[in-house]
């Protein structure tokens, strides 16, 4: 069964949406999840969205949730946002939709702060 959340990146980094990440996400960034969300959902839904601020939103969000991994695991952190960038800017249009979709779709935003009801 496929846990709510998980993501592996290409060169096999596992991450967790987890209300870890999100806590790490606004201590980093100063961002609450639902304005992080609403930008990141603006951003990619114009014609011409600006590649350099949809890069940066998805790294934020992707390193704090290969952080919240890694600590809940008990996991070393040794890699930086930088390193996360030039992970996902390698990674090709097809490999960053499905990045995006999984935070989108899949993330435990809205069961972790309680919005909804897991099912």
């Not at 709510?4 to 201590?27: C, D, M, V």
């Not at 114009?46 to 949730?65: G, I, M, Q, S, V």
């Not at 952080?67 to 990674?91: C, F, P, S, W």
Request: glycine share 8%; proline share 3%; charged share 25%.
């Amino acid at each position: 069964m496929e846990q709510t959340g998980y993501f592996t990146l290409p060169n096999g980094q596992k991450l967790h949406f987890s209300i870890n990440a999100w806590y790490i996400l606004e201590e980093d960034t100063g961002y609450k999840p639902q304005e992080f969300l609403a930008d990141l959902i603006e951003e990619g839904s114009k014609e011409e969205p600006n590649e350099f601020t949809l890069l940066t939103l998805l790294t934020d969000l992707t390193f704090a949730a290969c952080k919240a991994y890694d600590l809940e695991e008990g996991n070393e952190v040794t890699y930086n946002k930088y390193k996360i960038r030039a992970l996902i800017a390698g990674m090709g249009g097809e490999n960053i939709k499905s990045l995006n979709d999984n935070l989108i779709n899949n993330s435990t935003i809205d069961y972790s702060l309680g919005k909804k009801k897991a099912q």
